[in-house]
């Protein structure tokens, strides 16, 4: 099922999400919606509150990208309850980025490119993984959701202030999506 993608400027992005239990309702088709919302959004990646919950969920398949990124082929995962550290002292690079929650912004964003992740599965088997490269990048980026974080957070201030207007008009629901969106201006508690 596909789920509204809630859009920036909803207090749900800005509030940092908690960890699940194991009997956590739903749980298997919530993964399941979660996945169907980011491919019927043309997405590599989705992160619980941008359906609007304050969980510690992320969904990622990188396979659209394998055509550039020839290591992704075939990279698909489901991360609860994730916690990652920055690989420190590592290379940095700046790469353009967007967002489901942010429809037709697109800016470049200076990362890391290696961090180490732990999380368990939807079996709530545990893992702990250090990634590099475009992968990193995308992990990163879903994981400031789950940090109550946006990827405009990592811009310059000028930059900021020059895509205002957009930024505006996505918070007064003044943007058309070809998913399923629940603007700022009709939230629900």
């Not at 999400?17 to 399941?32: C, N, V």
């Not at 509150?49 to 396979?63: E, K, W």
């Not at 912004?105 to 475009?134: A, C, K, M, Y």
């Not at 990048?137 to 879903?142: A, D, F, K, L, N």
């Amino acid at each position: 099922m596909k789920l509204p993608v809630y859009l920036y400027g909803h207090p749900v992005l800005r509030n940092v999400s908690t960890d699940i239990t194991p009997d956590y309702p739903g749980l298997k088709e919530l993964i399941a919606n979660m996945y169907d919302t980011m491919y019927a959004s043309d997405g590599v990646g989705l992160a619980a509150p941008q359906i609007g919950r304050n969980d510690r969920i992320v969904v990622i398949d990188a396979s659209p990208l394998a055509e550039t990124f020839p290591e992704l082929d075939g990279v698909r995962l489901t991360l609860i309850n994730p916690h990652m550290e920055v690989i420190e002292g590592g290379p940095k690079e700046s790469r353009g980025e967007g967002c489901l929650s942010l429809p037709g912004i697109s800016e470049n964003v200076t990362r890391t490119e290696h961090i180490r992740l732990r999380w368990v599965d939807e079996d709530f088997q545990p893992h702990e993984q250090e990634f590099t490269g475009f992968l990193s990048r995308i992990i990163q980026h879903e994981y400031d959701h789950l940090e109550g974080h946006v990827f405009i957070d990592h811009i310059s201030l000028i930059r900021r202030q020059l895509i205002r207007a957009k930024l505006n008009n996505i918070i007064n629901g003044k943007v058309r999506c070809d998913y399923p969106v629940r603007y700022a201006s009709n939230r629900r508690k």
